[in-house]
């Protein structure tokens, strides 16, 4: 089973989350994606911030699922209708009772 990259909509007068997306990509084929290095990264998360178009489809571009992908790209586009976000992707290692 692939980990899941998450991606947040933020809406950048209220600084709330407005949409949210999981996508079922390897770390290291997110990496490709974004053709860019991480804002930060730690042992236990690694985030992009500014999330552009282009790299968020190439992302999704890795979903091996087509179903799941062409719902990830329906959802892409509406996110992106609105000028009022920024995008954020990140990837957390889970660590329970930690």
């Known amino acids: 089973m692939k980990p899941f990259a998450q991606m947040a ?4 007068e209220s600084r709330t989350v407005v949409h949210s997306l999981e996508i079922a990509v390897h770390l290291a084929d997110a ?3 974004m053709q860019r290095p991480p804002d930060f990264e730690s042992p236990y998360i690694v985030s992009w911030g500014r999330v552009r178009r282009d790299e968020a489809e190439r992302l999704v571009a890795q979903e091996e699922d ?4 062409q719902e990830l790209l329906a959802e892409l586009n509406e996110i992106f209708a609105s000028d009022s976000v ?3 992707l990140f990837y957390a ?5 930690q």
Request: with cysteine; charged share 35%.
């Open 66 to 69: 087509p179903e799941s992908r």
């Open 31 to 33: 990496r490709s994606a």
């Open 9 to 12: 909509a933020v809406d950048c």
């Open 93 to 97: 290692e889970e660590r329970h009772g």
């Open 86 to 88: 920024l995008i954020t």
